[in-house]
Nanobody, 121 residues
Framework: VQLQASGGGLVQAGGSLRLSCSSS????????IGWFRQAPGKEREFVAA????????IYVDSVKGRFTISKDSPKQSVYLQMNMLKPEDTAVYYC???????????????WGQGTQVTVSS
């Protein structure tokens, strides 16, 4: 499975963006698709994840109430709707696949290329 993140861009603080994560192959019901981000000079951090079978979700506290992860089964895609963006959300955003609903980076085995999100103040 190859994952491709897209939808990044430049937005002002308070604005919105929707990121897409598309799969080149079938996403299995046991799969978890997660979003991570890496800001300049910082370690990559977990943002959100969704269980493909049940659409159960988890988020990092800093984005709760602002970001929403969702899936489109026919399109084999996962989305990250980002509202009320802040300058500290600036990062390269990656999507990745795991077998368990986790916030731990090493549990994600397949990674897509990232997409840059820049939030200006």
């Amino acid at each position: 499975v190859q994952l491709q993140a897209s939808g990044g861009g430049l937005v002002q603080a308070g604005g919105s963006l929707r990121l897409s994560c598309s799969s080149s192959g079938r996403i299995y019901s046991s799969s978890i698709i997660g979003w991570f981000r890496q800001a300049p000079g910082k370690e990559r951090e977990f943002v959100a994840a969704i269980r493909w079978s049940t659409a159960a979700t988890i988020y990092v506290d800093s984005v709760k109430g602002r970001f929403t992860i969702s899936k489109d089964s026919p399109k084999q895609s996962v989305y990250l709707q980002m509202n009320m963006l802040k300058p500290e959300d600036t990062a390269v955003y990656y999507c990745a696949e795991a077998n368990s609903l986790s916030r731990i980076e090493r549990e994600y085995m397949w990674w897509g290329q990232g997409t840059q999100v820049t939030v200006s103040s």
